[in-house]
């Protein structure tokens, strides 16, 4: 039986440790030119669900190797490692043998229980169903979005495995890591999801304004919320944005309302990655507290040729921003933007 110890977890790369194992190597080839893209199968892969916390899984191959292609960070599996630390369990032995004959694919990365990250997810799905590999999707205690999105990208329930207990698959697939700190590399992998999505039929589905102003409610974890709302949707309806709150919608009700719109703005979240379902050329207008800078949507707005504004208030040693995680909106760079996107969606036809 496996003997896994956390204390030697070390991270690795997939791909090339099939290629020094000499196993078959894929080639992923999409309409659109760009980097060689390809997947490998490894054996023998361990699998600890939620083993930081719910829906935070990891897999180890070799016993003590962590692919960065399950997580994107090399910093991961340090992480992984103060994380279990904490939660006072190191070592494992108590692995069931999965009876899957066949290859798996096991989708969740250490982040992928928030809406944005389960969409890199969704771009290692998309690269294994372009190669045509038929595989079984394994998850494990995520939040309702990622089922429904299984369902809506058409993955029968047949293909998708919930597991709970560590488990030992006999064959894993791993791709060409891509997420959104590096998909303008590989802008034909965000179209290809992009596509998938957008073919979902949303026709029963209500739409909404071209301009929306995104409020961070239901589905946010991590808090930064606003405070200067007053004054900020005093803004919101002079230009006519609508608001809404996305996670109190359901995905296919959230893919109806984004395709058709024009300007994207709000406090910096998940909300952001419908910005791949915008037309090109649209707008975006990103709010954030100086004290939570993270521009992980950057990358998109590059493929889509998007406009952008961020807008962020001032922090010096003489001002330090009193707020803490919560967002003060600088109202007069957001009038700015506000405008600037509000005349450049009047100059352009519907999508």
């Not at 904490?86 to 990365?109: E, H, K, P, T």
């Not at 309702?144 to 488990?167: C, H, M, N, S, Y």
Request: with cysteine.
């Amino acid at each position: 039986m496996p003997q896994v110890d956390l204390h030697e977890l070390a991270m690795t790369s997939a791909l090339e440790l099939a290629d020094q194992e000499g196993s078959r190597s894929y080639p992923v080839k999409f309409p659109i030119d760009g980097p060689p893209i390809r997947i490998v199968r490894l054996a023998d892969v361990l699998y600890l669900p939620s083993l930081l916390d719910t829906g935070q899984s990891v897999q180890i191959v070799r016993e003590r190797l962590f692919p960065i292609e399950t997580t994107f960070d090399d910093w991961a599996s340090e992480f992984v490692k103060s994380q279990a630390q904490a939660r006072g369990r190191m070592q494992f032995s108590d692995f069931v043998d999965s009876d899957q004959a066949g290859d798996v694919c096991i989708l969740g990365n250490l982040f992928s229980r928030n809406f944005t990250h389960w969409h890199e997810e969704l771009m290692k799905l998309t690269m294994m169903e372009q190669a045509g590999m038929d595989c079984v999707y394994v998850v494990s205690e995520l939040p309702k979005f990622a089922r429904e999105l299984l369902d809506l990208l058409g993955i029968p329930a047949q293909r998708i495995l919930e597991v709970r207990e560590p488990t030992r698959f006999r064959s894993a697939l791993y791709a060409t890591p891509v997420s959104y700190r590096n998909v303008a590399d590989y802008p034909a992998v965000l179209m290809a999801l992009r596509d998938r999505l957008l073919d979902i039929d949303v026709s029963d589905q209500p739409t909404a304004s071209a301009k929306l102003w995104l409020d961070r409610g239901k589905q946010t974890r991590l808090g930064r919320s606003l405070v200067n709302e007053d004054e900020v949707y005093r803004l919101v309806e002079r230009y006519d944005f609508q608001r809404l709150d996305m996670g109190a919608l359901s995905v296919k009700a959230q893919i109806a309302i984004v395709r058709n719109m024009r300007v994207l703005s709000g406090l910096h979240g998940s909300q952001f990655v419908h910005a791949q379902l915008m037309p090109p050329r649209s707008n975006v207008i990103e709010c954030f507290t100086p004290l939570y800078l993270n521009p992980t949507y950057t990358d998109i707005y590059r493929v889509m040729r998007h406009r952008y504004s961020q807008v962020c208030s001032y922090n010096t040693p003489l001002f330090p921003d009193s707020h803490g995680g919560d967002v003060w909106v600088d109202c007069q760079q957001l009038d700015l933007a506000m405008r600037a996107a509000s005349e450049d969606a009047m100059d352009k036809p519907p999508a």
